[in-house]
């Protein structure tokens, strides 16, 4: 059974960092593309970042670039996102997410973990 737990969220200032980490389990991980999504309340969830298996791409939304960075462990099933400058509009729910192939470009993701709350203070 697959298992994405996240963990890293909090409040921050604007301005300030915070890191966030998805262990995953029951699945071979460095075979699938991993990414993250996000939802703030009243919107659609969005496709943040992502980061394919070999890590021969990666992606970020428009919003997020030179702030956001997506990172892999495969040694530790574990994906990052290390997010800098953050601002009050980066205010969500963060959603790791799974796909069942090597690519985020393969369609939707296949498994999503529990999410973590982020809270940018202005």
């Known amino acids: 059974q697959m298992q994405l737990v996240e963990s890293g969220g909090g409040l921050v200032q604007a301005g300030g960092s915070l890191r966030l980490s998805c262990a995953a389990s029951?699945?071979?991980?460095?075979?699938?593309?991993m990414g993250w999504f996000r939802q703030a309340p009243g919107k659609e969830r969005e496709f943040v970042a992502g980061i394919s298996a070999l890590v021969i791409s990666t992606f970020y939304t428009d919003s997020v670039k030179g702030r956001f960075t997506i990172s892999r462990d495969n040694a530790k099933n574990t994906v990052y996102l290390q997010m800098n400058g953050l601002k009050p509009e980066d205010t969500a729910v963060y959603y790791c997410a799974a796909w069942s192939d090597r690519s985020f470009q393969s369609g939707s993701p296949r498994y999503w973990g529990q999410g973590t709350q982020v809270t940018v203070s202005s």
């Open positions: 029951g699945i071979t991980f460095r075979s699938v593309a």
